[in-house]
């Protein structure tokens, strides 16, 4: 997090992207470039079994609004209009996709030292209206995460979480999916000059009366080489390692094996980005 609590996404995100980030089974290339005023494009491709998706995203910046536009396949076009600073530490969002025109939405995000708080709502006749907060400070942070649709009149989503931090060490709770599932987790900090670190998760569902532990670290072999590794309770080992052979251009190939079936394939997945 920066200055203050963050807002609500913040709170674990640490450990999620030491757990989960560029983990991936699939084969997946993207090579941005860059006009003579600034626009960069960024074309995208994945294959995933049988099927190859691809999409071309363009972003431009003028002063303090960001507009991102992407076509995917599918024909669909997805813009993401963004106006950072338009009042001290208040960020507009305006989204929208065609042809779905339902998709319409404004987001507002205010940030404080003491406080974060977002709020959405959708451009229909009857929206969904969405509203996350965090109060605290940079050591302790408490939140919550609600979604109401105005249609039916009922809640769709309410979680609420606690963070607590210190130089070396966050530590999470977060309570979601309606207060069916309780999640825990923390990252540690080993070593700041190798950026070594390890974190877990443990997660439990009420409901189904199941939990779920994961642990993982990262390390940085060197400035430009970084290796992860993940185990869970469920046998499933995951392994990542990760190059930026010239600046802004990486590789990453990351694996997962059953240990409790060893004899089954591995899945590999490859991903490789390019900026000149």
Known sequence: MGKGPGLYPDIGKKARDLLYRDYQGDHKFSLTTYTANGVSITSSGAKKGELFLADVNTKLINKNITTDVKVDTNSKVFTTITIDEAAPGLKTIFSFVVPDQRSGKVELQYLHEHAGIST??????????????????????????????????????????????????????????KGDTLTASYYHTVSPLTNTAVGGELTHGFSSNENSLTFGTHHSLDALTTVKARVNNFGIASGLLQHEWRPKSVFTISGEVDTRAIEKSAKVGLALALKP
Do not use: C, H, R
Request: net charge negative.
């Open 120 to 177: 959405s709502i959708g451009l229909t006749a009857s929206p969904i209206v969405n509203f996350s907060g965090v109060a605290g400070n940079n050591t302790v942070a408490f939140g919550t995460d609600i979604s109401f649709d105005t249609a039916s009149g009922n809640f769709t989503k309410y979680n609420a979480g606690l963070s607590f931090s210190t130089s070396d060490l966050i530590a999470s709770l977060t309570l979601n999916d």
